[in-house]
């Protein structure tokens, strides 16, 4: 598989549990996307089940996208090469780290989507944005800059960095390939985070930001438009928290309602909400996940050592 010209390419990463955020941000990209481009849309997927493959395919039409499907297992084989942070984000939100790894050889340019988001304008708006000399694109986080208390960098200051400095959502991202790879970003950031692993709350997002620190170029607001502020006309809509597939979302109704209109035009029409324990109960599981194999990890170092 080689690079098209011509083509826009765009990946997400997802599980089972979050596949129906993915069919409405499929059918989102699919009837707003109205240029001549066609869109290669990969999919790396944590063990998805036949069915919900099978489904995933359904929710383009007319041929505009051609969907690939990656394991992750497939990519990254050895996950103690993971920095095991202690939030509740599960492993698979630093596959977006290893973008080089499945995408075709010769690719330029990626963007990167999260799962829970939903685009209405044509994606090629967003695609035929110039980096210019930039390898990534982004579009600043709600916490402003990298001294916010509650995001940012709690350790700015340690590691040099003005604390005026904007810092950017990982969500949506769009990456120059070429110099990302020709300069091992994959392998900075992981060790960023390593490095400083009790200071990434939001994991690899705090090691793009500290990577990147300065080196990025801002989009506008629009690009990725967070669903607790309702604002005039955004290009996506990003539901951050609590989504809209369980029933203690509060956020914008309309952005919701929005959502399920496209998630009624796929094999999840008839899907309801959820209950919130079901969320809770897979923060908690992701968190438990991590501490045990932090703990594996460590026995099976120390019996290496001792040997």
């Given at each position: 598989?080689?690079?098209s010209?011509g083509?826009?390419?765009?990946?997400t990463?997802?599980d089972?549990?979050?596949?129906v955020?993915l069919?409405?941000l499929?059918?989102?990209i699919?009837m707003?996307h109205?240029s001549?481009?066609?869109?290669?849309f990969y999919?790396?997927?944590?063990n998805l089940?036949?069915?919900?493959?099978?489904?995933?395919?359904k929710c383009?039409?007319?041929?505009k996208?051609?969907?690939?499907?990656?394991?992750?297992k497939?990519i990254?084989?050895d996950?103690s090469?993971l920095?095991?942070?202690?939030?509740?984000f599960?492993?698979?939100?630093y596959?977006?780290?290893?973008f080089?790894?499945?995408?075709?050889?010769?690719?330029?340019?990626?963007?990167?989507?999260d799962v829970d988001?939903i685009v209405?304008?044509?994606?090629?708006?967003l695609?035929?944005?110039?980096l210019g000399?930039?390898?990534i694109?982004g579009v600043?986080?709600r916490?402003?800059t990298?001294s916010?208390?509650?995001?940012?960098?709690?350790?700015?200051?340690?590691?040099g960095i003005?604390?005026?400095?904007k810092?950017?959502?990982?969500?949506?991202?769009v990456?120059?390939?070429?110099k990302w790879?020709?300069?091992?970003?994959?392998?900075?950031?992981?060790?960023?985070i390593?490095?400083?692993?009790k200071?990434?709350?939001?994991p690899?997002?705090?090691?793009l930001n500290?990577?990147?620190a300065?080196?990025?170029?801002?989009?506008e607001?629009?690009?990725n438009?967070?669903?607790?502020v309702e604002k005039k006309d955004?290009?996506?809509?990003?539901f951050?928290?609590?989504?809209?597939?369980y029933?203690?979302?509060?956020?914008?109704?309309?952005?919701k309602d929005e959502?399920?209109s496209?998630?009624?035009?796929t094999?999840?029409?008839?899907f309801?909400?959820?209950g919130?324990h079901?969320r809770l109960l897979k923060?908690?599981?992701?968190?438990?996940y991590?501490?045990?194999y932090?703990?594996?990890?460590?026995?099976?170092?120390?019996?290496?050592?001792n040997k």
């Amino acid at each position: 598989m080689t690079a098209s010209k011509g083509v826009i390419s765009i990946f997400t990463v997802t599980d089972n549990h979050f596949t129906v955020l993915l069919a409405a941000l499929l059918k989102s990209i699919n009837m707003n996307h109205q240029s001549d481009e066609h869109i290669n849309f990969y999919i790396v997927g944590d063990n998805l089940t036949p069915e919900h493959k099978a489904n995933l395919e359904k929710c383009t039409s007319s041929g505009k996208i051609t969907i690939f499907r990656i394991d992750l297992k497939d990519i990254i084989k050895d996950k103690s090469r993971l920095p095991l942070d202690g939030s509740s984000f599960p492993l698979i939100v630093y596959t977006r780290l290893f973008f080089p790894l499945f995408l075709p050889p010769g690719t330029e340019k990626v963007i990167y989507l999260d799962v829970d988001m939903i685009v209405r304008k044509d994606i090629s708006l967003l695609w035929n944005i110039e980096l210019g000399d930039k390898i990534i694109a982004g579009v600043p986080d709600r916490s402003g800059t990298v001294s916010s208390s509650w995001g940012g960098i709690p350790n700015y200051k340690e590691l040099g960095i003005a604390q005026d400095t904007k810092y950017f959502n990982s969500g949506l991202l769009v990456i120059n390939c070429k110099k990302w790879i020709e300069a091992d970003f994959t392998g900075k950031n992981i060790n960023c985070i390593s490095e400083n692993t009790k200071y990434a709350n939001f994991p690899d997002q705090y090691g793009l930001n500290v990577v990147f620190a300065n080196q990025w170029l801002e989009l506008e607001s629009g690009w990725n438009s967070y669903s607790s502020v309702e604002k005039k006309d955004p290009h996506i809509i990003h539901f951050i928290g609590i989504k809209p597939v369980y029933t203690s979302y509060n956020y914008s109704q309309k952005y919701k309602d929005e959502f399920y209109s496209y998630l009624r035009l796929t094999p999840w029409a008839n899907f309801k909400p959820i209950g919130n324990h079901v969320r809770l109960l897979k923060k908690i599981r992701n968190r438990i996940y991590k501490k045990l194999y932090r703990l594996l990890t460590n026995i099976f170092k120390s019996v290496q050592t001792n040997k």
